[in-house]
């Protein structure tokens, strides 16, 4: 099943007789109190995300008919303000859609759809409960889920912290970098690099949540901080020179040596050739990591 988005997909779910999912949630009528609704809210959101659908009649969890809503001023407004008011951490990634009847103007369908989040779990408040989607159904979550994702979130929010200070960091040293590069060698002062941070890296490798991450998502990580991992070994070198000759064992940088050979790859040159790589990369898997993918 894919996206609802008009009339004729609402009228599809009924006549291909869809079942309620993983993903998906049928309510014949926008439930009162509202608030009610929250509850399949964020459950979706600490799952994998999902779609609830006002306005479709279900029988033994199969969508059975249209049973569309009066069309009302403010109803999407209403809606969010449900799920604003009712979530704890606050529900951002989500999206309310209302689908006029091609029948009737004056009533509607609406879509809550909803993203797995990054900040999970998610509590519904009206009822101080955290629920998780299993199979067709909202469920409570058990105390080792709810401290396995909070867990989960202190991680990953560490983690994108530590992204966003190194590609703060990366500037600050490509920008260094060209301002050596510009300089006569003779002119050049002895410098020292800042490391990159890899402790929120560590962390989630030792924390075991490497091995349920996304695939994508992990081999961007893995790929960032290979290359952040070579140029810190880069850096904190102690054996220190200004060249990497091919020719020899030096694969390190910093301060000027006056006496620096007339052949190798200028480290500070080869340093920024290798933050830019990892400045996309990074740039790339918090993207990812924001999406909660």
């Known amino acids: 099943m894919g996206r609802i988005e008009t009339f004729e997909d609402i009228k599809r779910l009924v006549e291909d007789h869809i079942e309620e999912n993983m993903y998906v949630e049928f309510k014949k009528e926008f439930l009162r109190p509202a608030n009610r609704i929250v ?9 994998r995300g999902g779609e609830l659908i ?22 999407r407004e209403q809606i969010a303000q449900v799920i604003d008011t009712n979530t704890d951490p606050k529900l951002e990634d989500y999206e309310i859609i209302v689908i006029d009847d091609e029948e ?8 809550v759809r909803v993203k797995k989040s990054p900040k999970a779990p998610h509590m519904d408040t009206s009822s101080h409960k955290y629920y998780i ?12 889920e709810v401290r396995g994702l909070l867990f989960r979130r202190g991680i990953m929010r560490n983690l994108l912290m530590e992204i966003e200070s190194n590609i703060e960091l990366i500037i600050k040293t490509i920008q260094f970098v ?16 800042v490391p990159l941070k890899e402790e929120a890296w560590r962390s989630f490798i030792y924390s075991g ?40 064992n030096i694969n390190v940088t910093t301060p000027i040596d006056e006496n620096y050979p007339t052949i190798g790859e200028y480290v500070p040159s080869l340093i920024r050739d290798k933050l830019m790589e990892i400045s996309k990369e990074l740039h790339e898997v918090k993207e990812l990591l924001l999406l909660g993918d």
């Open 178 to 193: 060209d301002g050596i590069l510009y300089s006569e060698p003779k002119k050049r002062k002895p410098y020292l690099f």
């Open 133 to 144: 989607r299993r199979g067709n159904r909202a469920e409570p979550m058990i105390d080792n």
């Open 209 to 248: 949540y490497s091995y349920i991450a996304p695939p994508e998502v992990l081999n961007k990580l893995t790929s960032a901080y290979n290359l952040i991992h070579e140029v810190n070994s880069i850096i904190n070198a102690v054996n220190v020179h200004p060249y990497i000759n091919m020719y020899s």
């Open 39 to 47: 509850k399949e809210i964020v459950a979706f959101a600490n799952a």
């Open 104 to 111: 009737d103007t004056s009533k509607a369908y609406v879509v």
């Open 54 to 75: 006002i306005g479709i009649e279900e029988r033994d969890g199969t969508a059975a008919g249209l049973s569309p809503i009066e069309k009302r001023p403010g109803i």
